[in-house]
């Protein structure tokens, strides 16, 4: 049986760059919610030699991602799956953004943790935003819930949303659902070795895709600028490294978060942000 790797939002963006990059050296299987999209990508992917399969899946819905997995197992045996499904805040409410970044990750992860196997690898794709909220105040007790009641995680994420200003409701929701995805990579990474698979999250600071030009002015393009490389990042920069940490190389990496933003976080000060959040 061949070895299959599963890239979600692999329509465009992150998702289509690591998608070419992986492809080369196994079958591919990209899903995302658009047809046109989804088949725009695999002609793209099939007219470069990769051997590609798509489908509709909506991560927010256990069913369609049950379905994912199932048409995974028919196609070859899953090595790798790369998350890069997500919306930025410029993209929906705050209800929105929570359920497709935070609940979504919980459901692809839980749905292939049923078939996680050795040398299996997760990669969820979060952001440097994520990393933007101190540790005391991360609502971990309420991410906790997300292991044993994804409707009650999702209603208390909410609830959290909701007592800020309406205005910045999707933008809190964008930076609590990318610090959860970092917290929930490296909770369940020891489930996952009990199989011997492991799972790491990846945070990209600014990137030219669609979605990271979308919020150019809403401070991607500040965060650039304030990166030791003073420029946004290529797609196919952290596709590489979404790549990399997919293979079977980084064999000892697993319950851990990469940053890769070209030097922003670092230099992202508590004044530094302030000014950020008010150029919004």
Sequence with gaps: MSKLAVVT?????????????????RALLICDVNQDHLDDAQRELEGVGIDCAAMICDITDRQSVDQLV????????VTSVVHTAGVSPSMGSAEKILRINA???????NAFYEIASEGMAIVNV??????????????????????????RFFAELVAVCNRVPAARRPGVAYA???????WYSKTVAAQFGTKGARVVSVSPGSFATPMGRLEEA???????QLSALKRFGHPGEIAELLAFCASDKPGYLTGTDIICDGGATVALTPMAALRLARSR
């Design 9 to 25: 939002g692999g329509a465009g963006g992150m998702g289509l760059a690591v998608a070419h990059i992986i492809g080369r050296e």
């Design 70 to 77: 199932e048409h995974a197992q028919q196609l070859g045996a």
């Design 103 to 109: 609940v979504g990750t919980v459901l692809i992860n």
């Design 126 to 151: 979060s952001s440097v935003a994520g990393h933007q909220i101190p540790g005391v105040l991360a609502p971990r007790r309420r991410y906790k819930r997300s292991l044993t009641d994804t409707d």
């Design 176 to 182: 609590l659902s990318k610090n959860f995805v970092i």
């Design 218 to 224: 809403a401070g991607a393009g500040g965060l650039a």
